[in-house]
């Protein structure tokens, strides 16, 4: 999964990528609203972290332009507890708000909450065969023994099987599973792939020739 976060207080931002990427999510970062709004418009993320107060452009006026052209999933980080800027910026189509300062654990549960419903998820639980993913714990089990994935390995696991039955192309996993800087090594993902396969079988990652990989 890969999370924009536009932040412009330089600590916090290098936590929240710090803890994001610990986690396995691929990371990229804006410290003003008009570069975040250019990375947010040109590029398909799995969610957006953003602050309220941002210089250049603030959160409001970002997710009032995004919103025209893209429904990704928004948390906005607000520094004011009051029911007005809640009001707003739920009405404005943010997907939840975190108020400042927040736990990132909690940030963590909301993240994975709004992804997992913008993939239309009801169920914490997805399962392929004999493998179940479980999107709330992160974790994995292959009939039922749980299975030790990297976090990166987990989250290409988990983005193939909310497109279970699909097939998933390369140029999508490299947009969702790496940031900027990551892209250019193209093996990466051959790479995490064999070492999935090598966790839950051969077969379990299909392989569509020139077009990308499938499970289910
Ligand atoms: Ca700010």
Redesign the pocket.
Known sequence: MRVLII???PDLLKSLARGLRDEGYAVDSSDNGEDGLFNAQSNDYDAILM????PKLDGWQILEKLRKTKKTPVLMLT?RDQTKDRVRGLDSGADDYLIKPFNLEELLARLRAIIRRSANQTSNILTIGDVAVNLASRTITHNKTPIELTAREYSLVEFLALHKGEVVTRTQLYEHLFDENESSLSNLLDVHVSKIRKKLGSEFIATRRGHGYCVG
């Open positions: 932040e412009d207080e602050d309220v107060m941002l520094a």
